[in-house]
């Protein structure tokens, strides 16, 4: 394992990271920004975010389980770390204070809007940055293993983490009208990812194996489906139409059927 290589794996968890920031730049630029919008976007990023997981991150997770355990244990291995991965974040969830935590506001009703909208921001940008962490790690580690799967893992997750900045950027902005507050925080969800990296190289190294990888891949995975699931697809019916939240994330999903097609 050269410098070279480390270098690169290091770049290529940055820009995959890093990309969250267009994301900002996109919602950002924009000269209105309404519900409909946000609705849409928080959407597209639930669609990106099952699709890759199941589609492209647990596969490859399987894969690399049943190389080392087995079939029959090696898929236990997976369906057990996928659900360890949305126990995780369920508990993360659970710890968030009351004031921020948009999941016990009973209704749209009841509340000032724009405090719910930098709520949202503020747990999808916490909830992000937590699972960009392990996302960090898998990506810097599969880099130093192989080109091949890293380069399209790389892309993958640049382009969801894309939408993902949207969905921090424009609640903030909404909620604050500042679009340095808003960039900035959707900026700074995508350094836990380069972050995550810089752990895996300073202490995972020496006890990482194949195993390992496909653990954390699937884990990943179970934090990723859960953050869809239960934070931006309600937030996205909460702020928007139904129909128009299951457009984005039939969107989302193919924009990254399509991204992964082209790298087959």
């Not at 609705?39 to 997981?53: D, E, N, P, R, W």
Request: charged share 10%; proline share 4%.
């Amino acid at each position: 394992m050269t410098e070279q290589n480390i270098l690169f794996a290091f770049i290529l968890t940055a820009i995959a990271g890093l990309s969250t920031g267009i994301g900002s730049l996109i919602a950002l630029l924009a000269k209105h920004t309404n519900t409909n919008f946000l609705c849409a976007s928080l959407g597209f990023s639930a669609g990106i975010m099952l699709y890759v997981s199941f589609m492209e991150m647990m596969p490859q997770g399987k894969e690399e389980l049943i190389l080392v355990y087995g079939d029959k244990l090696g898929t236990l291995y997976l369906i057990l770390a996928f659900f360890a991965g949305i126990a995780i974040i369920n508990l993360i969830d659970f710890a968030i204070p009351k004031s921020l935590n948009p999941h016990e506001i009973q209704g749209v009703e009841d509340m000032d809007k724009k405090r719910s909208l930098k709520r949202t921001g503020l747990v999808v940008a916490l909830s992000i940055a937590i699972h960009n962490f392990p996302e960090g790690i898998a990506t810097f580690t599969s880099a130093l293993g192989s080109l091949d799967v890293a380069i399209p893992i790389t892309i993958a997750i640049a382009i969801h983490n894309i939408p993902e900045g949207i969905a921090v950027a424009v609640p903030i902005y909404h909620a604050t009208g500042s679009r340095k507050k808003a960039f900035w925080l959707s900026f700074a969800s995508g350094l836990a990812e380069p972050f995550g990296a810089l752990i895996a190289y300073l202490f995972l190294m020496q006890f990482w194996t194949p195993a390992m990888n496909g653990l954390i891949l699937a884990a990943v995975s179970g934090i990723m489906v859960f953050i869809s699931l239960d934070e931006l697809l309600p937030s996205a019916e909460k702020y928007g139409k139904h129909h128009l939240s299951i457009m984005g994330l039939v969107a989302g999903m193919l924009v990254m059927a399509f991204s992964l097609y082209l790298f087959v």
